[in-house]
């Protein structure tokens, strides 16, 4: 395993906990735990509140660069197979952004469900983990909005896969909670998501990467929206 911080989800007794491991042992989430300062370390973990009556809060992790902001941030939105199977991109873009002066927010939609994986869901299971995610994206932005530290004006979600269609629908003009969010979102990076309705409008500037000869997340039906 590769050096530095890494995302590990770990099943507890009491139910499934977000722990942060560096070469020791898990340290579980509080309402906001501090850990550090600078690139090097997240600067919390945390529980966001959810609009969820099953599931009243998910986990997340925020790192910020050296400095006083106000930054910018990405909330960062994991694909199908969970935040384990992402923590390689997530440590290459906390390597990108941080020195650039980018704070980024690991959001876990998944754990404090139960739920490792979504590969492999049907359509109509599919748009239901969307559509508790597009909430819990908006959430993190709600909660990002209050830290001073960060510029409220320019946080943008960024996906994969299933993260990615996620991003997209919570900007989706046409999704009624998209309109209802007073905290609005700067812009969404979406890598390869599965774009399997073309009921979007786009209403914050978007770009979508995708690989023009993928199978699995076909190129065409992206670009039919």
Request: proline content about 6%; hydrophobic content about 45%; charged content about 15%.
């Amino acid at each position: 395993m590769k050096s530095g911080f890494f995302l590990n989800l770990q099943v507890a007794s009491a139910g499934l906990v977000l722990a942060l491991v560096s070469g020791g042992g898990p340290m579980a989430a509080a309402d906001t735990v501090k850990i550090g300062t600078g690139s090097s370390y997240p600067v919390a973990v945390v529980k966001i509140p959810v609009e969820d009556a099953n599931t009243k809060s998910v986990f997340a992790v925020l790192f910020e660069p050296a400095g006083a902001g106000p930054f910018p941030a990405v909330v960062i939105l994991n694909g199908c197979a969970g935040l384990d199977a992402d923590a390689d991109i997530v440590r290459r873009l906390n390597a990108e952004y941080l020195v650039r002066g980018i704070a980024t927010l690991v959001l876990d939609s998944f754990s404090p469900r139960g739920i490792t994986s979504v590969c492999g869901q049907g359509e109509a299971d599919a748009k239901a983990t969307i559509a508790y995610r597009v909430k819990d994206a908006h959430a993190a932005v709600r909660w990002l909005s209050t830290r001073p530290e960060i510029d409220s004006k320019r946080i943008f979600f960024q996906g994969y896969s299933h993260g990615a269609i996620a991003a997209i629908s919570a900007t989706n003009a046409r999704n009624p909670v998209t309109a209802t969010q007073q905290q609005k979102v700067a812009g969404v990076i979406a890598f390869y998501p599965y774009c399997f309705s073309p009921n979007i409008k786009f209403s914050v500037p978007t770009i979508i990467l995708v690989g023009q000869s993928d199978e699995v997340t076909p190129a065409k039906l992206c670009e039919g929206i």
